[in-house]
């Protein structure tokens, strides 16, 4: 990556200095299933039999759509796209394999981590990566158990039944830099906001404990926690359970985790609309390591620079009383042709070039 497309793209950057620049993206695929009914009724709805008649050419056509918008997230720093993807609603690593192969996309060989998860309806976490840029070491999966609904005072509450995705955790090197990647996809706002939070509240108490015990194996690496989390950065999962903090000069040690998304919905830029109004569930948070050299012109060790709500013209719907909304795949049962009812977000990071 040019030193110099670094600096136009981040003026903020020290002028007599070079650096190279990282993208890490997450986004919520929309459904992104296969046409084959390997679920029961859950997956009926996604078959040719279904509701949706959902069949190859509408299969395959979402394949483009995904790969293509993917494809033109590039900044002149990042002329190969992210070197991290995290995504939530597919279905299984054939989908994923599908989605990499796609022209627009077979170029920058994107390697694959999935893992099949309880959820009823087969909705799965996945990590995409450029294998030039993230080696990966480590894979592992955490399992929403009844003892996190416990360390909230929730046990009652907990049902044996209970199903979500699995917490996929990706630990690598990016840059030099050990990091381990958290994906999620927390449990829905079924039932409503406030009778579900137990739920969230639960899966942030798991996320916590599995950033607190990975930095005790290893204070020294960056942890990214990412995901649609079905809430906003000021509600209780995030900002009480998770301790995602607003404000990144509030973070002070290593095991502190800065939430930017924060202060941008405030500015009323989401991810996602519901009657007119925005919610940002799908956030990318970060430990200490990352926020250390913010405000230096030094920057040894992978540094935040900014986060983006990646919500780009062509992903929004042109027309309507959805005008500006997500561009989705279906709408009151009419395929439309679209992306996803999520807008995609980003976080920049940057290292200094060593000479």
Same mark, same amino acid.
């Given at each position: 990556?040019?030193?110099?497309?670094?600096?136009?793209?981040?003026?903020?950057?020290?002028?007599?200095?070079?650096?190279?620049?990282?993208?890490?993206?997450?986004?919520?695929?929309?459904?992104?299933?296969?046409?084959?009914?390997?679920?029961?009724?859950?997956?009926?709805?996604?078959?040719?039999?279904?509701?949706?008649?959902?069949?190859?050419?509408?299969?395959?056509?979402?394949?483009?759509?995904?790969?293509?918008?993917?494809?033109?997230?590039?900044?002149?720093?990042?002329?190969?796209?992210?070197?991290?993807?995290?995504?939530?609603?597919?279905?299984?690593?054939?989908?994923?394999?599908?989605?990499?192969?796609?022209?627009?996309?077979?170029?920058?060989?994107?390697?694959?981590?999935?893992?099949?998860?309880?959820?009823?309806?087969?909705?799965?976490?996945?990590?995409?990566?450029?294998?030039?840029?993230?080696?990966?070491?480590?894979?592992?999966?955490?399992?929403?158990?009844?003892?996190?609904?416990?360390?909230?005072?929730?046990?009652?509450?907990?049902?044996?039944?209970?199903?979500?995705?699995?917490?996929?955790?990706?630990?690598?090197?990016?840059?030099?830099?050990?990091?381990? #990647? *958290?994906?999620?996809?927390?449990?829905?706002?079924?039932? /409503?906001?406030? $009778?579900?939070?137990? !739920? =969230?509240?639960?899966?942030?108490?798991?996320?916590?404990?599995?950033?607190?015990?990975?930095?005790?194996?290893?204070?020294?690496?960056?942890?990214?926690?990412?995901?649609?989390?079905?809430?906003?950065?000021?509600?209780?999962?995030?900002?009480?359970?998770?301790?995602?903090?607003?404000?990144?000069?509030?973070?002070?040690?290593?095991?502190?985790?800065?939430?930017?998304?924060?202060?941008?919905?405030?500015?009323?830029?989401?991810?996602?609309?519901?009657?007119?109004?925005?919610?940002?569930?799908?956030?990318?948070?970060?430990?200490?390591?990352?926020?250390?050299?913010?405000?230096?012109?030094?920057?040894?060790?992978?540094?935040?620079?900014?986060?983006? #709500? *990646?919500?780009?013209?062509?992903?929004?719907?042109?027309? /309507?009383?959805? $005008?500006?909304?997500? !561009? =989705?795949?279906?709408?009151?049962?009419?395929?439309?042709?679209?992306?996803?009812?999520?807008?995609?977000?980003?976080?920049?990071?940057?290292?200094?070039?060593?000479?």
């Amino acid at each position: 990556m040019l030193a110099l497309a670094v600096l136009l793209l981040l003026p903020a950057l020290a002028q007599d200095r070079q650096y190279n620049l990282y993208g890490v993206m997450f986004y919520n695929l929309e459904n992104l299933f296969d046409t084959i009914n390997a679920n029961g009724s859950y997956d009926l709805e996604f078959s040719p039999a279904g509701a949706r008649q959902w069949n190859h050419e509408k299969y395959w056509q979402k394949q483009h759509n995904m790969a293509s918008a993917i494809a033109q997230i590039t900044t002149p720093g990042t002329p190969d796209g992210p070197a991290i993807i995290g995504v939530s609603e597919i279905e299984n690593i054939t989908v994923l394999q599908d989605l990499v192969r796609q022209p627009e996309l077979k170029s920058r060989r994107y390697q694959i981590v999935h893992h099949d998860s309880p959820d009823r309806r087969g909705v799965d976490v996945g990590l995409l990566y450029n294998p030039r840029l993230f080696k990966v070491l480590n894979v592992t999966n955490q399992r929403l158990e009844k003892r996190y609904f416990e360390e909230l005072d929730y046990e009652d509450q907990f049902s044996e039944n209970f199903r979500t995705r699995d917490q996929l955790c990706v630990t690598g090197m990016l840059a030099g830099d050990k990091v381990s #990647v *958290l994906v999620n996809h927390w449990p829905s706002r079924l039932g /409503g906001q406030e $009778q579900s939070s137990y !739920l =969230r509240e639960a899966a942030a108490e798991m996320a916590r404990q599995t950033i607190d015990s990975l930095l005790r194996d290893d204070p020294n690496q960056g942890i990214i926690f990412m995901g649609d989390l079905n809430d906003d950065p000021q509600d209780r999962s995030c900002a009480k359970v998770l301790e995602g903090r607003r404000d990144i000069k509030d973070v002070d040690d290593y095991d502190d985790v800065y939430n930017p998304w924060w202060k941008i919905l405030d500015r009323g830029i989401g991810t996602l609309a519901y009657k007119g109004g925005w919610n940002l569930f799908d956030q990318i948070m970060m430990t200490g390591f990352f926020t250390k050299y913010y405000d230096s012109k030094e920057k040894p060790q992978l540094t935040f620079l900014r986060a983006e #709500v *990646l919500n780009r013209e062509f992903l929004k719907t042109r027309e /309507g009383d959805r $005008q500006g909304y997500p !561009l =989705r795949t279906y709408s009151g049962g009419v395929f439309l042709n679209g992306y996803s009812d999520h807008f995609p977000t980003i976080i920049y990071l940057a290292k200094e070039v060593q000479f």
